[in-house]
Each structure stands twice: as C-alpha cells, then as structure tokens.
C-alpha cells in the first residue's frame, strides 16, 4: 500500500513516541456530500459515435451482398440461402457500453453481434432473434454491454452476421453509446450495497470529476476510516489514485494523504488523527480521484467514512445461523447420534434451549424474524423471493447505531437479496446458489484480519448451509456415519425395506434412507469441525456474546416430504438455539419453549444494549423461576403462507390455509385442521383430532387470533424478484417463487363459512380450556 503523509501550512510532525490514549467512544458513519463548487453531472448516456444511413454505407463492408441507399435507409440485400455480415472497423475508442441499431427488422431470422480484437478473436458475442416481425416498422436494437466493459477497450472490429433467411436489411442508424461510470456507482446520498465480486458493502459513488466531502470533530486518537474499490471497466486500466485531505475551517489543507485503489477489491484504509490535526477543531475531509492517464473519467466506490475511537476490549457479537439444522441434530441432545464437539463445548459454557422452534420452514422468512423479532404473520416475508421491508428496524442497524461495525459472511445467494442486510456495512454472499461453510468462513476470517475492527465493537452474522440439502459432506465426513452392515445403499433389493421413502434427487440411485440420513450426520459434524477452528484462530468471536441458532430443521425419512424443509412439521420447526460467552450465565440445557424471534432482543440486552429499541422478550428473563403451569402457544406460517401451525405442550396442530401459491398444486380441502399429540406420536403419524375435539378448538381459536391480529399490512412490499437469474437460482435449491398478497389481512378470511370454520369456529375467550396437561 502507497502511502504518503504531507504536512502542510507550516504545521509540524508532532512527536509521537508515544501511543495515542484509547479514546471510548461510539463510533459513527458520516454522510458524504458533492463538493461545494462541483456541478451536477447528467448521467444521461453520452453518444460516442453515430453514423446515419450513408455513414453505414461508407463505415460498413458488406460480406457477399451489396449495398445501396434507398431513401435514407441502408438497405443491405442478401442472396437467398446466403449467410451475410457487415463489418465495421473504426470503432470508436472511450467508454462505450451499449450499442443501438436503428432498423427494420428482419421478418425471421438471427442477427449476431461479434466484437473482435485486432487479431480477430472474439471478445463478446451476443445475438438477437426475429420471429414474425413486422418489417415496415422500424425498432430501435440495443446491445447492452455493461457486463463485458472491461474487455471493450481490446475491441478493434464489431461484425453483425445474419442468419440465412434474412435476405434483405434496412438499417437507418448505428449508434455506439457510453453510460457515464458515476452512474455505473450509487449516488453520494444514497449510499448502498456495492458488489465487488461477492464481497458487498455500502458504499456511494466517487469520481475524478465530482469529489466527495464530510465534515467531523476532530480529537487525537481518533481512526477515520473508508473502503475503498474501483469497479471493473475502467478505460485507464492502472489502479486509480485516491487522496484525502483533511481541512480546516478557514480551507487550509492541515494533511494529505494518498492511496491506490484497488480494481474489483475492496481495500480498507484508516488513519489516525494526531494531536497537531486535533487542534483545528472541525476537519473536512476531502475525498477526490485523479482522472485517468488519458483524461479519462476515473470513478471508484467509496463507503461512507466512519469515525471511531480505539477500545482494547471491544465487545463482539455473533449470530451464527445454521441452515437446515435439527434440534435433535446436536451431540449433547438426547436422540443424537451425531458428533458436534464445539456446539456443545458452547452449550456447557453458556445456555442450550432444548425446546426452540422456528417461525417459518424457509430460509428467508425465518431469517427475517430473527433479524427484525418479528413473526412472519407481521413480517409478512413468506418466500424466498419476497424482501421485507426498509421499515423495519433491523438487528444490524440497532447494533451500527451503537457504533457497532457489523458484517455479514453468508453462504446463500437468496438471503442477500432478501432486504435483510439493511444495517450491515459489509455483506459477502455466494454469487452462485450456495457455498460450503468453509468459504464463507475464509471471506470472515479475511476482514477480521485486515485490522479495521481490532479495536472496534464488533457484530458479525454468520451463514452456515452445510446441512441443507444437497448433503454432500466431503471425506471423511462422506462415510464417517455410514451404517456398517455391510448393505449396499444402492441395492435395488433393498427399495421399501425402510418404508415408503422418496429420495432425494441429488441420491436417486439410492435405495437405503439411512445412508442419506448419514451423509446428513455428517455435514452436520463438518460444519462443526469448520466452526471450531473459526472460533480456535479467532478467541475474540466467542469472547462475549455468541449465539447459534437454526433457522428452519429438515424432514428426513420420519415426516414427510423426505430429505426435504417444504411444509411445516415438528421436525422443520424443532431448532437449535444455544447462547454462549462471557457475557452469558452457565446454565447448561433449559427445556423452556422458546422461539428464535426472540433472538435479537437477547443479544440486544446481553451485550448491554437493553435501553435500544427492538421488539422481542429476553429469552433468559423468567428461566430461574418457577414454571407458572401455563403453557406457552407457539405459532409459525409455513412458505407461502399455505399452512399455519400451533404447538402448546404435547398438542401440535396443523391448520390449512389454502396459500398463496402461483402454481396450482395439489390443495387439501379450505382450512382444513389436523390435530397430534407428541407424547404418544412424536413422529404425527395419527391425527387425533377427533377424540379431542375441545383442544383442537381452543388452540384452532388460539392460531386464528394470532393471525388476525397481523400487522402485516403495514410492512408490506410488492417488490418481489422475478428475474430469471433469481428464479434459476432458487429453483436449483428447489424453491417456487410466492405470489403478491392482497392488500388486506392476506392469512385467514375471518367471514370464511367453510365446512371446517362452521365446524371448528374462533368462538369466544371464554370458550377457551385453562389447560390441557
Ligand atoms: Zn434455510
Ligand atoms: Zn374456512
């Protein structure tokens, strides 16, 4: 790293043997601002190079056909059964990103863009399709290049081919268009996550014709801290150069200070201020960008700085969230035949909830509650495709507002798009479907050491997908749990001797179900040996406050569908929620019934934020008393709000809601309700409903409540995804996208007469039992 301290106005180098004092405060992100001076800079695309009809006619050579003006039209004429092409040679040089071609359409046929070096190597190739077109009309074309900039500048020869059938062109212009690189970056006053490969952080754009300024109080000992990355595409390709001065208030530059920003990496820089600057009282920092080597636009993504004090003991807080993990998954549970060593290390030392259930059997819904401590009937996020909304305040942003850093690692695509990393300066998420836990633990252990947060308080989530299917542990963890009994898992003999079992499509050859319950086992303890070693190199993670939560379990071959999280089940709500660290008391295992929407609350008050406003109950209020006798209802909204359950001591009922899905599955009657008691039947095999009919009424009465009483519809979002890439990537997790909710309460109609409302209907509170064990 270049780095260059100038002194400047006379001032001198104070002495500095020794260390600045810690200086305890709350750190805090300041807002960026255009320069005062600097004029507005459209962003309207700039036209590099047009050529109308003769232009075409001049610029362009025609392979086979010929060439001719008719009107003021390139008409191009191709014999029948003959392949053409035009090709262009003077291509303009700058930073051009789209290219339009003003045409007729052909009435059928391809047309091919192939952008070559000048050795006649393909850079990019992109096509267009014409099926029934009308040839009297004319239609603007354009080539959007935006994602191949950074090879353009090799581009030496552009080259449009037509399929066979074309036979006649008529183009009436070719315009080559640049999108300016401010544009390419957030606005300065609207900072927001900026991809860099897959490492996102908030950040707005600056560029060498528009430098950015923020104005703080300057005191010795004080970091002031900024990311820093150009993105890729740059026609000056050598790292652009970044200088920051720091003035006073008369407009004296006190310092500068000058760094090379890297392209498609972010780099974190921070600099002390010393006694001497400390002394001007109000500094503005100045943050500018040279223009390239050819005077071209330069633009980088700069995050909003952050004044800090230093701390030795910063405190730290994890939220490690498992995917896809168990309750009866962990070493220290009762039913486990499974090896997690670390988790129950953790759950010695702090507290393990034996009785966590989830509020959602998906991903982003459940993640949603544990960020924003609220339910999904209020948060309303029932998919993976629907983000929650910008009003809710988030656990980032409760713990950012406390001059937290906060960071998020995730190994999932979809929880990144989800909303949720609203509050969070630093994202990394996979850029295809999922990753191992053992990547997303390198990016993690890659920002710890850059240094930035040695002496800073300290919120990281962490995003573990081990245990989601596909289950695919590497050796030895492939064959650790394997049955020994000598079957082959293959055995076509064997199909039907577990029972009536679906495999998984990622083991359709398999006939034996315990061999993919093993390879399940298995990823569990690979991630908790990946965990482990975290937590071994970095002691800080685990120092104070650690917590390890499920967000949704997984069918195996006990409930259905197999190998499999779709559908709401003991098996897909039953979690793991274990807290840990200094800050927690040893209680060992606590058979409380707790939810994971109360996570945020706990970590909150933990880490000695108590006075922050954050909706949710402190898990650990009330475990040293004695239990009451009333029993706790807990409710949860399976995806796409197709079903809802209630679970209140032995009883787990499971209530059709007739969902909101796009596709027309198979669907049960309306409202259909299912009653089981797990005492007798923990795997729900029999639906006791009709022996109980009293229960089955009251905790029926209990879930609809919970259900009306929704706030949904003031958090409600229409901005679902429905691009293809997203919709790709979650039906390659086997996901289906939701469907748009309406405007009111979108989860029960209370004036519903179907034969299950007549028959079961909400009734009156006092209609309700006391107790029922
Ligand atoms: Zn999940
Ligand atoms: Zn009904």
Redesign the pocket.
């Known amino acids: 790293m270049r780095l260059i301290v100038l002194i400047l106005a006379g001032l001198t180098l104070a002495a500095c043997a020794d260390p600045l004092p810690e200086l305890r405060m709350q750190g805090k992100q300041l807002t960026l601002q255009v320069c005062k001076g600097v004029d507005e800079i459209s962003t309207e695309p700039i036209v590099l190079r047009h050529w109308d009809s003769e232009g075409i006619l001049a610029s362009w050579k025609a392979h086979k056909g010929t060439g001719r003006i008719r009107s003021t039209r390139a008409v191009f004429t191709f014999e029948e059964e003959e392949q053409g092409s035009l090709e262009l040679r003077d291509i303009p040089q700058g930073a051009y990103d789209r290219i339009r071609l003003d045409m007729r359409p052909p009435r059928d046929g391809r047309l091919q863009l192939d952008l070559q070096d000048s050795e006649g190597k393909t850079l990019h190739r992109a096509s267009i399709y014409f099926g029934r077109s009308d040839p009297d009309q004319l239609k603007n074309l354009e080539f959007p290049l935006q994602k191949v900039r950074k090879s353009l500048g090799d581009v030496s020869r552009a080259i449009l081919h037509f399929s066979k059938d074309v036979g006649t062109l008529t183009i009436t212009g070719i315009t080559f268009l640049g999108t300016t690189p401010e544009s390419w970056l957030p606005d300065p006053e609207a900072p927001a996550m900026t991809a860099m490969g897959s490492d996102h952080r908030v950040a707005a754009g600056l560029s060498s014709r528009r430098p950015l300024e923020t104005k703080f109080e300057a005191q010795a000992g004080l970091n002031f801290s900024f990311n820093c990355a150009a993105p890729d595409g740059l026609r000056d390709n050598s790292d652009p150069d970044l200088t920051l001065e720091f003035i006073d208030d008369t407009g004296r530059t006190l310092a500068e200070h000058e760094f090379a920003v890297p392209v498609n990496s972010w780099r974190s820089e921070q600099v002390t201020i010393d006694a001497s600057l400390a002394q001007a009282g109000t500094l503005t920092a100045r943050l500018s960008l040279a223009p390239g080597r050819r005077g071209t636009i330069t633009a980088c993504a700069l995050t909003p700085p952050r004044v800090d004090g230093r701390q030795s003991d910063p405190r730290t807080v994890l939220l490690l969230t498992s995917d896809t993990h168990r309750a009866d998954y962990l070493g220290f549970m009762e039913r486990a035949e499974v090896d997690t060593p670390t988790l129950d290390r953790l759950a010695r030392a702090g507290v393990a909830f034996t009785d966590c259930w989830a509020a959602a059997n998906v991903t982003n819904p459940a993640h949603i509650s544990i960020m924003t401590g609220t339910g999904v009937q209020d948060h309303g996020v029932v998919s993976n495709d629907i983000p929650a909304s910008p009003k809710f305040l988030t656990l980032a942003e409760a713990f950012a507002e406390k001059g937290y850093r906060t960071f998020a690692a995730l190994s999932a695509a979809h929880l990144a798009w989800g909303g949720i990393e609203q509050g969070f300066e630093r994202m990394s998420s996979p850029d295809r479907a999922a990753r191992d836990s053992s990547e997303t633990i390198a990016i993690l252990e890659e920002w710890l050491q850059d240094g930035s947060t040695d002496d800073k308080p300290l919120f990281v989530w962490l995003h573990l997908f081990d245990a989601h299917g596909a289950y695919r542990p590497p050796p030895p963890y492939d064959t650790m749990y394997q049955p020994d009994d000598g079957e082959d898992p293959k055995d076509p003999a064997n199909a039907g001797r577990w029972g009536e079992v679906t495999m998984p499509s990622w083991c359709s050859q398999v006939t034996d179900p315990r061999y993919v319950e093993a390879l399940y086992r298995g990823e569990v303890t690979y991630q908790d040996n990946a965990l482990g070693e975290l937590l071994g190199r970095h002691p800080r993670l685990e120092r104070d406050l650690l917590v390890f939560v499920g967000d949704h379990g997984e069918n195996l071959y006990d409930q259905g569908p197999h190998f499999d999280h779709s559908g709401l089940t003991t098996v897909t709500q039953h979690i793991p929620l274990i807290l840990a660290g200094s800050r927690v008391p040893s209680m060992g295992l606590v058979q409380q019934p707790v939810t994971q929407v109360n996570v945020g609350r706990t970590l909150l008050d933990l880490a000695g934020l108590g006075g922050t406003e954050f909706p949710g109950t402190n898990l650990l209020l009330g475990l040293d008393a004695e239990p009451t006798g009333e029993p706790v209802t807990r409710f949860a909204l399976q995806a796409h709000a197709l079903k809802a359950s209630a679970k209140r001591g032995r009883w787990y009922l499971n209530h059709n809601l007739y969902g909101r899905q796009r596709s027309e599955g198979v669907r049960v009657p ?2 259909e309700i299912v009653l089981f008691d797990l005492d007798a039947d923990p795997d729900c095999k029999v639906n006791v409903l009709e022996d109980n009919r009293e229960i089955a009424l009251d905790l029926r009465a209990q879930l609809l409540r919970w259900l009306m009483d929704s706030r949904v519809a003031e958090y409600l979002t229409s901005d679902y995804r429905t691009d293809e890439a997203t919709l790709k990537a979650l039906a390659g997790l086997g996901y289906s996208p939701g469907s748009a909710l309406p405007d009111n309460n979108p989860w029960i ?1 209370p004036e ?3 034969e ?2 007549e028959a079961y209907p909400v009734g009156k509170r006092d209609g309700e039992l006391d107790s029922e064990d």
Request: proline share 0%; glycine share 0%; net charge negative.
């Open positions: 309306n409202h109609d519903c007469a179907c299950w409302c």
